[in-house]
């Protein structure tokens, strides 16, 4: 299988703006909008945002933002915790059918019988949910607070972790304490071999392997670094080595060749040999952003009720992880 390496950034020439991308750039002023957008949206919405991070930065940024309209250049989850962070704000996201598959395996429902089991529990749900399980957690955490979050709650407290498996694995092995997890995954995460990675690490004289925690173990445990995919722009740009084997969504190289242009990095693959892309966040394009921007939708809709109760998490996460 042939390694999948992206060159120096200098090597690839950053293009002039397209006329979607200017006309972007246009209407979102007449709009009085900001753009934010995750790290795994396609280079050309990356090149237009006011903000491209993580799951956490993103969140950060929506609490504070003064502009009229959030365009939310990522999957729904990530556009409704925007709008429950700002109820008088329009928030629209270029396809409303971007989800993710950790959304899709926990159910509201099945999480409210869960806790019936479990009364003396609390639950820490990854942000990677629906606002029907935001209402029924009591900590949000990312990928880049889970760990610190879990030690805060007193060791004797019993711990509901959803939805994903492998962050909630991957926390258990950090800290050693017993939570209970909830057996849900992210479906390109999961693709990644451990094999692929050291066959890599070899052919590139040891570099280090940066994963995400979504990863499954094998993965992560030939892993140097795992951590958010705003915590991988640290690693990689304060790192001595010139060289990184990558194992999450490709499209976060976009954000490495322009901040760390001097450096090299190297997709990891699945078993069939492919880099890997969030379909989901691949539903962002360019031409539907501008149309969001325009006509103001779709737009994010939510009870107050909802946004109430789901508030109370999230709010909670931001104050535990100042
Ligand atoms: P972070 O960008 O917060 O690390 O999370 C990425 C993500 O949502 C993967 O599915």
Redesign the pocket.
């Known amino acids: 299988m042939e390694a999948i390496v992206y060159p120096p950034y200098n090597n690839c020439e950053p293009k002039p703006l397209t006329d979607v991308q200017k006309r972007i750039l246009e209407v979102k002023k007449e709009r009085n909008a900001v753009i934010l957008a ?3 949206v396609c280079r050309e919405i990356q090149e237009v945002a006011d903000y491209v ?6 969140s950060r940024e929506a609490k504070n933002t003064d502009a009229d309209v959030i365009a939310f250049a990522g ?1 729904d989850f ?1 556009a409704e915790t925007a709008k429950i962070l700002n109820p008088e704000k329009t928030v629209v996201l270029p396809d409303h059918a971007a989800g ?1 598959s ?1 959304e899709e395996l926990c159910e509201p429902m099945e999480l409210a019988l869960f806790k019936k089991k479990h009364p003396d529990a609390i639950v820490i749900s ?3 949910c629906s606002a029907g399980v935001k209402e029924l957690s009591d900590i949000i955490c ?3 607070n889970a760990l610190d979050i879990v030690k805060q709650i007193p060791a004797d407290r019993k711990i509901i972790f959803c939805p ?1 498996q492998h962050l909630g694995s991957w926390i258990v092995e950090q800290t050693g304490r017993d939570m209970i997890l909830w057996n849900g995954y ?1 479906w ?2 999961t693709k990644y071999q451990a094999d692929d990675l050291v066959a890599l690490k070899k052919a590139f004289n040891g570099a280090p392997v940066v994963s ?3 990863c499954p173990k094998p993965v992560r445990d030939v892993s140097d670094c795992v ?6 722009i640290k690693f990689c740009r304060e790192h001595p080595s010139d060289k990184f084997i990558i194992a ?2 490709v499209e ?1 190289i976009h954000r490495f060749q322009r901040e760390i242009p001097d450096k090299t990095f190297i997709a990891a693959r699945s078993s069939r040999g492919l880099a890997q892309h ?1 379909r989901n966040m691949l539903m962002n394009t360019p031409e539907k952003l501008l149309a969001c921007l325009e006509n103001l939708s779709p737009e994010i809709k939510l009870s107050k009720e909802q946004m109430d109760a789901a508030r109370r998490p999230i709010e909670k996460m931001l104050e535990m992880s100042k």
């Not at 991070?53 to 993103?58: E, K, R």
């Not at 951590?227 to 991988?232: A, D, G, P, Q």
């Open positions: 995750h790290n795994y991070g993580d799951s956490l930065g993103l999957v990530m993710c950790l990854y942000i990677n990312t990928s880049g994903d992210c390109a995460h995400h925690p979504e951590c958010s995919t705003e915590k991988m999450t969504v976060m969030c």
